[in-house]
């Protein structure tokens, strides 16, 4: 039987992933989970554990490993992803690839590709301003978003190194029209999935 892919996009908070990884979704039909958006989501509850998680975002801190596994092992435990799906921002840091595959074996479903977005720190920089006249985050204030940048720069060589070892990286320049960059993303990634 052919596993049904999973498609993983990474890149720094602002480089586009949330915006590409809709379009892509409704592209191909198939669901996109933000990790961001479940942990927002999950952060509302006011759990014991969504307080503790809380704590790390709004510092700009990457999630333990241990408590994102706590919360995406329940995530695709109850939530049918036959067809697979699309990723944005899961794997963070080394240790998540662990947990990735874990969840992609239990699902029988295979790391099809990572669609990799890159943009220079003063265009992500202008994002998070535009962002924060239409909507305010705490992850999302000056200083902590540099932190989240510093943190991100420093693991994404091992990182990628470690997913290149699994599948393809597609590299794309985030930097652009929307529309462009979807194009260019959808090209790349169809080839993937027909090879």
């Known amino acids: 039987m052919v596993k049904s892919p999973v498609i993983l996009f990474y890149g720094c908070p602002l480089s586009g992933k949330g915006t590409q990884s809709q379009i892509l979704g409704k592209t191909l039909s198939i669901q996109v989970i933000s990790s961001g958006d479940v942990f927002r ?16 975002m709004n510092r700009g801190e990457l999630v333990p490993n241990e408590l994102v596994k706590k919360v995406f ?41 990572v669609v990799n977005l890159k943009a220079p720190l003063d265009v992500l920089l202008e994002r998070l301003e535009n962002r924060r006249k239409i909507i305010i985050r705490a992850d999302d204030d000056p200083v902590i978003f540099k932190n989240r940048h510093k943190i991100f720069s420093e693991v994404t060589k091992t990182v990628m190194d470690e997913l290149e070892k699994q599948t393809t990286i597609i590299n794309i320049n985030s930097v652009g029209p929307i529309d462009e960059i979807a194009q260019q993303i959808e090209f790349n990634v169809k080839i993937c999935l027909l090879g």
């Open 73 to 113: 092992i329940n995530k695709f435990t109850h939530e049918d992803f036959a067809k697979g799906f699309i990723l944005d921002g899961f794997v963070r840091e080394p240790a998540n690839i662990d947990l990735l595959n874990e969840i992609l074996s239990n699902l029988n479903l295979r790391l099809a590709c």
């Open 41 to 56: 989501e999950l952060c509302k509850s006011n759990s014991p554990l969504a307080v503790e998680i809380n704590g790390f």
